[in-house]
């Protein structure tokens, strides 16, 4: 019996103690049993096919397990090692509360712990077994700050009397002026590419102390989202999208347009004191495996090149890196203008024209609503099959979450507790729920000939973007245009081939254009390491995005088979959960924390 069973009332007349004292009593009987190294005791706690995910504090990596031997083998051998301790529900988070997670009625509480090297978080979901005994069906540890090396916030934040009190010395303007000229001295990190994830990380590696420095090829901060097409604003609600540190204004839109936020990154860049050089690429990187540190060749804004020695290179350079241009034939024949998504800005000089749009993505999508909002006569051709989901109300079931809890926090880690099979079942269950949700749009879209899917295991429009950046439509209003006739869907099975005048069909006739948009996606993150470290270092890093054996993202927010690299990239939501943990990868490793290399 283990000390929980204590407490006699029924789940349905629990009260808030109740539940904090049942939570209380499982985590002191798994500090016990993690204190004994004894794996099968640890098992004893965890349900049969439990759920475990680490974020550093055990394993110093993304760790995912399934099943309580395989769970408890993990945690027992490392409690040595980690010397987890004060296990217990967190005073300061939203308190235990019952829930309905997958179906399952549960407990959920988010607790906190010490271990030898710093403190962490972590969720617990707790579910009562035949006997009545509770186990975890749910537990997550994630390591939130290092001793002695703690963020620079709040009660902890700097007094600023250097700048104020240091009388004829560099006030806080000429301090950072200086800092962000590296004349003298190399950044410890190199982030390549200064969008959400690139300012992301550097803004979490600055408060801990980390010297970090940022490269953007555009000329400006938030170029990246400025140069999108005139129309676009972001496809998920402000509440989830906030980068670290600051939250978005409240009188903010809910769904931002894109120039706000490039505004907002430039800002971000200026006020969070992010080391920034844009016009700069990032074109070569040799490693030293002597020194342990990278000699990167940049490309400045007047053309000449600029060598520093970092210690660690984070590519945050999107899973959507150059464009990708598909062999079509005929292409090379059609005389009007041939533009890639990428470069398209807006429809207005197509206004009464033709429009051939290749590929049925977001991209093209939004494009196509863009041209016909110009009166222009667009047409969509569809290659393969696409998922397709409505803003609002369905592709909002995904982050429903975030709509729970006041604290963004809080549901940053309830959201990194998931191991990948959870993670498909949510998917699941959130796809039935979206295709009754739009069922008028996607029968109407199967009326008109469209290719439709859900995924190959009915994840839907998220597991395609975690298994390959694409391939599926967050339907801003296109949808029913196409189905009303107002945009015209060709398959391209129909085409023979592009010619001067448009695309001539198999039926020998032509579909007119005076422009053709590729929106045929982009290569992926890793292109750049293979153009600017070489086959064999993009060899030996291997996938980069996409699944790897443990389903999670390969390579992504963690250590890689090459010291010194890593990658992050993703949503706004992604480059705020998972900055936090590759900065403590990257501080830890640089203060000798790190007692095991999670690879070997
Ligand atoms: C239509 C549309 C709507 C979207 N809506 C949302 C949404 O609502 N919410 C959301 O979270 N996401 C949304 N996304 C997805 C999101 O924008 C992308 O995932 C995001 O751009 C990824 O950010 P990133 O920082 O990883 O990469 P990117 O934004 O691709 O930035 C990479 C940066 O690296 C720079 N770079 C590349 N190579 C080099 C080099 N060699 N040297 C120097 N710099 C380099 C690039 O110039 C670029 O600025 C949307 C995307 C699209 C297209």
């Avoid at 985590?27 to 099968?40: I, V, Y």
């Avoid at 000429?174 to 690139?198: I, N």
């Avoid at 894109?258 to 860049?269: Q, R």
């Avoid at 059609?334 to 533009?339: C, I, N, Q, T």
Wanted: proline share 5%; net charge negative; charged share 25%.
């Amino acid at each position: 019996m283990n000390s929980i069973d204590q407490v006699r009332p029924g789940p349905d007349t629990f009260d808030d103690a109740d539940l904090e004292r049942i939570v209380n009593g499982w985590l002191g009987d798994f500090e016990r049993a993690l204190s004994t190294g004894d794996p099968q005791r640890v098992a004893s706690l965890i349900e049969e096919d439990g759920n475990w995910r680490d974020l550093l504090a055990f394993t110093w990596h993304l760790t995912p397990r399934v099943g309580a031997p395989e769970i408890a083998e993990v945690l027992a051998a490392r409690q040595a090692a980690v010397g987890a301790h004060g296990i217990r529900v967190s005073p300061n988070r939203t308190p235990p509360k019952r829930v309905n997670r997958l179906g399952r009625e549960c407990i959920e509480a988010i607790f906190e712990f010490e271990t030898k090297v710093g403190r962490g978080d972590g969720v617990l979901r707790l579910v009562a077994d035949s006997t009545g005994q509770y186990k975890a069906w749910v537990i997550s540890t994630s390591l939130q700050e290092l001793r002695g090396f703690e963020e620079t916030i709040g009660r902890n934040r700097p007094s600023g009397a250097a700048y104020s009190r240091n009388f004829g010395g560099d006030n806080w303007e000429d301090a950072r002026r200086k800092a962000v000229l590296y004349e003298d001295k190399d950044p410890t990190v190199l982030v390549v590419g200064g969008a959400q994830a690139g300012l992301a990380i550097a803004a979490r590696l600055n408060q801990i102390g980390v010297d970090t420095l940022v490269v953007e090829k555009w000329p400006r901060i938030g170029d990246s989202w400025r140069e999108r097409y005139h129309s676009l604003a972001l496809h998920n609600s402000i509440h989830v999208n906030n980068l670290p540190y600051m939250p978005f204004p409240p009188t903010w839109p809910n769904y931002i347009p894109k120039d706000m936020l490039g505004l907002w990154f430039e800002f971000y860049a200026q006020v969070m004191e992010i080391n920034h050089w844009t016009n700069t690429e990032f074109t070569k990187g040799d490693w030293d495996a002597d020194a342990k540190c990278w000699t990167a060749m940049l490309k400045t804004a007047d053309g000449s090149e600029r060598t520093l020695r970092p210690r660690h290179i984070v590519f945050a350079n999107g899973v959507s890196s150059y464009p990708l241009r598909p062999d079509i034939p005929g292409l090379d024949t059609f005389k009007g203008d041939v533009v890639h998504s990428e470069g398209f800005d807006s429809g207005a000089p197509y206004a009464g024209k033709k429009a051939i749009i290749i590929g049925t993505g977001s991209s093209g999508n939004d494009i196509a609503l863009d041209l016909h909002s110009f009166k222009c006569h667009t047409t969509l051709v569809q290659r393969g099959s696409s998922t397709v989901v409505s803003i609002e109300p369905s592709a909002k079931l995904n982050y429903a979450l975030y709509d729970e809890n006041p604290s963004v926090e809080d549901c940053d880690l309830l959201a990194s507790a998931v191991t990948p099979p959870l993670l498909i079942k949510g998917y699941q269950a959130a796809v039935k729920r979206m295709m009754e949700l739009d069922k008028e749009m996607i029968d109407g879209l199967e009326g008109i000939g469209f290719k439709f899917d859900v995924g190959e295991d009915r994840t839907g429009h998220q597991m395609k973007y975690r298994r390959r950046g694409g391939g599926y439509n967050l339907d801003a209003g296109s949808s029913e245009l196409m189905i009303k006739g107002e945009i015209d869907l060709l398959q391209n099975d129909n085409i023979e081939r592009f010619c001067a005048e448009g695309a001539l069909l198999k039926d020998g006739s032509i579909v007119p254009a005076d422009v053709i948009v590729l929106a045929t996606g982009y290569y992926p993150q890793g292109e750049l390491v293979r153009r600017a470290l070489g086959d064999e270092m993009a060899d030996r890093i291997g996938q980069i995005w996409g699944q790897d054996e443990e389903g999670e993202l390969a390579n992504m927010y963690k250590r890689t088979p090459q010291d010194g690299v890593w990658f992050i990239a993703g949503s706004l939501t992604q480059a705020r959960i998972y900055s936090k943990y590759m900065a403590l990868q990257i501080k830890a490793i640089e203060e000798g924390l790190v007692d095991v290399n999670p690879l070997d």
